[in-house]
C-alpha cells in the first residue's frame, strides 16, 4: 500500500534512456538496439539501464498506451470513502479487478481514489457494487470524464542538472 519515495540520483546516460523511451519507444524487433544506436551505445548497455531503473523503481512499467474510449471501453475515477479498519480489504478487492488502473490513499475524507476501464459503465457500475458489497464500504463516487483535456507527460530529464537538490 505504501511506496518508497526516496530520491534516485540519475546519472547522465540513465536520463539519456529515460528521455527516449518516455514516448518515442521504437517499434523494431530489437527495440534496444535501435535505442542504443540513438544514444551511441550498446543494445546490451541500453539493456542494463533499463533494468537497474525497473529495480530502484524510476520504471514501473514498459508498454502502449491506448486510447479506451476509442476501443469502446468506458471509464472512470472513482473516490471512496473508506473507514481506517477497512482500509487493507477495500484496497486488496479493488485492485483484484484488471481494469483498475491506478489506485491510491489520499489524506482527504474521501479517502481512497483509483481509475477503472471496462466494456462498458455497466460492468463498472456492476463492479463498484460488487465492492461495496464484499467491504461494507457504501461511500463509493463513479465520476466519469465529460471532457479529455491532457492524457500525456514526459519528463524531461536534462542532462548537466545541479547534483544538490537542497
Known amino acids: 500500500m505504501t511506496g518508497d519515495h526516496s530520491e534516485i540520483r540519475l546519472d547522465e546516460i540513465q536520463k539519456a534512456v ?4 518516455q514516448s518515442d519507444f521504437p517499434i523494431d524487433p530489437r527495440p534496444y538496439r535501435v535505442l542504443g544506436q540513438r544514444l551511441g551505445l550498446s543494445e546490451e548497455a541500453v539493456l542494463d539501464q533499463v533494468r537497474r531503473l525497473r529495480r530502484s523503481g524510476v520504471i514501473r512499467r514498459i508498454g502502449g498506451n491506448f486510447s479506451s474510449t476509442s476501443l469502446g471501453y468506458a471509464s472512470t475515477l472513482c473516490a471512496a470513502r473508506v473507514p481506517e479498519d477497512r482500509l487493507e ?38 463492479a463498484l457494487a460488487d465492492i461495496s458489497r464484499d467491504t461494507g464500504v457504501t461511500e463509493i463516487y463513479n465520476l466519469p470524464a465529460v471532457q479529455t483535456f491532457k492524457i500525456k507527460v514526459d519528463f524531461k530529464f536534462e542532462e548537466n542538472e545541479a547534483e544538490d537538490h537542497g
Open 18 to 21: 529515460l528521455n527516449q523511451i
Open 89 to 126: 480489504s477495500f484496497i486488496r478487492r479493488v485492485n483484484q479487478f484488471d481494469g483498475v488502473t491506478h489506485n491510491y490513499r489520499r489524506e482527504h475524507d474521501l479517502n481512497v481514489w483509483f481509475t477503472f476501464i471496462a466494456p462498458s459503465m455497466d460492468d463498472i457500475e456492476r
